[in-house]
């Protein structure tokens, strides 16, 4: 899959941007324990200017690179302007401060005084961009004023008073609102729109968000607003993100209904209305915004392999614990494993040969483990089921790699700085459903990245060729 120079820049922006939440933090705690050393210093008369003056200095380059990763964040545009740029001067103002104390001694309470000030400040900002405004005194009422529904949406049709029915429920006001405002507005409304898109009042679902339109009246499956909900939880268009609140299936039920009968947001039914749950047979086979939408035979087939799993045996399941092997339980069922050797220092055969007795249930495997060799990779044939394979920084060569020809269902491979190079192109080209593709660091070469490129147009292949220019410059780039 070729990506766009714009789609380049764009994307190194992002990652550069998404070390802002990391990072933030660190000047935050360095200076306020700065400003307690001076403090502590004058009440007990005690010598503390080097400790305060290493403080300072290394709050102040914390702050700065907080700065500059905020800058590349602010720059995708799913952010209230007038806060982020509140935010923005305010830290870099604490920046200036916090160096100002570090040089300036003899004027140091003072400076580190009006530093911590303008640090709450910037802090302040920070949070409401973030959890949004009334964050620290946030209660259950509903106050989004962007969110309330106009006066005659509130008013039942006289020809309807007439009639002897039970009570009536606005099903836009009183189903679907509950569920944006909770599950969605954290990314969607007026003080943070991800994607350009704001979900906090009708003109804006109506509109969209930068990708276009997300609500088709009466076509569910049509609507991103509801699709993107059904892909995988690992696809980056998946909505909510993962690691945030997903909506349940009553939840998405109910979204299904509303758009079906015509994504109104003024019109009424009767409260003794039963919304039907989502069933299989309800999503259709349908490619939405080029990600890969659950269809009703895979729906099916995934219900199907996830039920027809053994439970995994606990007494295996706290040998692999014992060996500091991390295995998560997913799915609906927690019959899925995701397996991690991330914390295994000395890699030992055994390990693998101890999970093969769970080998139907591990869907993932990150195994980045210099000791990990081609003498081992005999092992993975037998992992079936197997959609995520992360084997960077082992010492895997393309004789290795041949072993995995037998993984049909691998969705995403990382070989990130392993030793395979162009002969095992055609082994790779051969995984049909390969979805994400990592090469950064193998012995691959340019050529070759060309043909898999060829081979694999519906694969994201990620080997390191980042192009990037100013994010607020459409023209020109400069390459690393």
């Known amino acids: ?41 004058r009440w007990q008369k005690a010598n503390l200017l080097s400790a305060i003056s290493i403080a300072l ?55 580190s005084s009006i530093m911590v000030a303008v640090l709450a400040v910037a802090g302040h900002f920070g949070g409401t961009i973030t959890h949004g405004e009334n964050y620290l005194f946030a209660s259950d009422e509903k106050a989004s004023d962007t969110a309330i529904i106009s006066e005659k949406d509130t ?40 994607g350009g898109l704001r979900l906090d009042n009708e003109v804006f679902i109506r509109k969209g968000g930068k990708n276009g339109e997300i609500l088709k009246a009466g076509n569910p499956n049509k609507s991103l607003l509801y ?65 890969e939408v659950l269809s009703k035979e895979s729906f099916e087939n995934l219900l199907t392999a996830e039920t027809k799993l053994d439970i995994p ?31 295994v220092k000395n890699y030992n055969p055994t390990y693998l040969s101890d999970l093969q007795e769970l080998k139907e249930n591990v869907f993932s495997l990150k195994i980045n483990n210099k000791e990990f060799s081609d003498a081992d990779m005999d092992q993975l044939k037998e992992f079936n089921n197997l959609e995520k394979l992360n084997l960077e920084r082992t010492s895997i060569t393309d004789k290795g790699i041949k072993n995995l020809e037998s993984l049909k269902n691998l969705r995403q491979l990382n070989l990130y700085n392993t030793e395979v190079s162009d002969e095992s192109i055609e082994t790779i080209s051969s995984f049909k459903n ?18 898999l490129k060829k081979k694999m147009s519906n694969t994201r292949i990620e080997y390191g060729n980042f192009k990037f220019s100013k994010p607020d410059s459409l023209k020109g780039t400069v390459k690393l």
């Open 1 to 41: 899959m070729v990506v766009g120079e714009n789609d380049g820049i764009m994307d190194f922006s992002k990652i550069i941007g998404q070390f802002h939440p990391l990072l933030v933090h660190l000047p935050i705690g360095i200076l306020l324990f700065a400003f307690v050393l001076i403090i502590y210093e």
């Open 155 to 194: 008013k039942i049709d006289s020809t309807n008073q007439t009639k002897n029915l039970v009570k009536q429920t606005f099903l836009y006001k009183e189903k679907v609102l509950p569920i944006l405002e909770k599950k969605c507005y954290n990314c969607h409304s007026s003080r943070k729109k991800k």
């Open 434 to 451: 390969l979805k994400v593709l990592y090469l950064w660091k193998t012995k691959i070469s340019e050529e070759g990245i060309e043909k």
């Open 227 to 291: 699709s993107h909900l059904l892909l995988p939880l690992e696809k980056e268009k998946h909505m909510p993100p993962k690691g945030k609140p997903q909506l349940t299936s009553n939840e998405i039920s109910i979204i299904n209904f509303w758009i079906k009968k015509g994504a109104s947001f003024t019109g009424e039914i009767e409260d003794e209305t039963i919304i039907p749950q989502i069933k299989v047979a309800e999503i259709s086979n349908v490619n939405i915004a080029s990600e």
């Open 313 to 343: 045996n606990e007494m295996v399941l706290q040998k692999l614990k014992n060996q500091k092997i991390v295995v998560n339980l997913e799915g609906n069922s927690g019959k899925k494993l995701d397996v991690n050797f991330v914390n």
């Open 57 to 111: 200095l290394l709050g102040s380059f914390a702050a700065a690179l907080s700065c500059l990763t905020g800058w590349f964040l602010a720059q995708s545009g799913d952010y209230d302007a007038e806060l982020v740029e509140k935010h923005q001067w305010t830290g870099i103002s604490s920046c200036i401060l916090g160096f100002s104390a570090y040089f300036f001694q003899k004027q140091r309470m003072l400076i």
